[in-house]
T-cell receptor, first 110, second 124 residues
């Protein structure tokens, strides 16, 4: 049972924008930094966003992250067929003293 | 940039133990921790635990506290994860990942920038 909640799926046409929400609590998202991961089918996850809104080198600026209170959001603009994947948020939970992941969101490009 | 290479797939009987290894290269091993994450078939990511490669301190998810041990061998740039008393619902892909972990004025950062290829453990 994940402590971070995401919508099961989102979809949009190529070129459009999607946002994925990640809802948590004061012990995780509100007071710690959030990261986002992309998992293409059959592959290991890949870091997309860290420290709420920073992109590792090589990640295009079509991907963005933000945080407000107990929720975080991943945005993807200029949606491409190659963006079809599962996306997970993650952070540290200070009460559990453990890392936690979101429930995951499947992105479909229509 | 760094790379993590994991040991190969294994099939285990219920009640047995399994040890998965994760060898790091291309970065200073002691500068990052190692996290272990698993993913059951068709399911999401599940955090199992973390070890500081520098200090050797560990944190485990409560769910695995009694059954998992994560270690590092800094001389070999390797981390190992042992899971005991295996059950059928332990069937999953197990990943190691390089973890950046710390605190800035009481706010923790924790993210995984390099991942292993995954190791499939089948309990049957």
């Amino acid at each position: 049972q994940s402590v971070l909640t995401q919508p099961p799926s989102v979809s949009a046409a190529p070129g459009q924008r999607v946002t994925i929400s990640c809802s948590g609590s004061s012990s995780n998202i509100e007071n710690n930094y959030v990261s986002w991961y992309q998992q293409l089918p059959g592959t290991a996850p890949k870091l997309l966003i860290y420290d709420n809104n920073k992109r590792p080198s090589g990640i295009p600026d079509r991907f963005s992250g933000s945080k407000s209170g107990t929720s975080a959001t991943l945005g993807i603009t200029g949606l491409q067929t190659g963006d079809e994947a599962d996306y997970y948020c993650g952070t540290w939970d200070s009460s559990l003293s453990a890392g936690v992941f979101g429930t995951g969101t499947a992105v479909t490009v229509l | 940039q760094g790379q993590l290479v994991q040991s190969g797939a294994e099939v285990k009987k219920p009640g047995a133990s399994v040890k998965v290894s994760c060898k790091a290269s291309g970065y200073t091993f002691s500068s990052y921790g190692i996290t272990w994450v698993r993913q059951a078939p068709g399911q999401g990511l599940e955090w199992m635990g973390w070890i500081s490669s520098y200090k050797g301190t560990t944190n485990y998810a409560e769910k695995f506290q009694d059954r998992v041990t994560i270690t590092t061998d800094t001389s070999a740039n390797t981390s190992n994860m042992e899971l005991r008393s295996l059950r059928s619902d332990d069937t999953a892909v197990y990943y190691c990942a390089r973890a950046a972990m710390g605190a800035r004025i009481y706010h923790y950062y924790f993210h995984m920038g390099v991942w292993g290829q995954g190791t499939t453990i089948t309990v049957s």
